[in-house]
């Protein structure tokens, strides 16, 4: 599988990888997975679970077992066969809980959308 992602998770990516850690850890563990993959999931698996408040794009949220003091997420969407894009910056989540998944279902359709007039894909 092909992984794009866009400025804002290659610098937070960078910040992760500047301060190691079980962050880093589980980050690349989960783009691991995503790059084994050859299309979009047909179901939702420990990893991969869709999200939910997502209306105009499918959108899949990457996350590792439970942590109590560390929740990464990476927001992805897949445009095509072999092809995903993280549709917004990873994100440690540990501290806000759920209620993060309202602005990131908001920010990652923005950016599908913007994906979408940039480079003329209608997946």
């Not at 992984?3 to 690349?28: C, M, N, Q, S, Y």
């Not at 794009?57 to 590792?64: E, F, I, Q, Y």
């Amino acid at each position: 599988m092909l992984i794009d992602w866009t400025d804002d998770f290659g610098r937070w990516l960078d910040d992760l990888e500047e301060k190691g850690g079980v962050p880093l850890e589980w980050a690349l563990a989960l783009l691991a997975e995503v790059r084994d993959l050859e299309a979009e999931p047909g179901q939702e698996t420990a990893t991969l679970k869709r999200v939910r408040q997502a209306k105009r794009h499918r959108l899949w949220r990457l996350a590792h077992p439970y942590e109590p003091d560390v929740a990464v997420r990476i927001i992805v969407w897949f445009p095509a066969p072999g092809q995903a894009v993280v549709a917004l910056k990873g994100f440690n989540k540990a501290a806000l809980g759920d209620v993060w998944y309202d602005s990131a279902t908001v920010q990652s359709e923005a950016t599908v959308d913007q994906w979408i007039r940039e480079r003329g894909s209608t997946a």
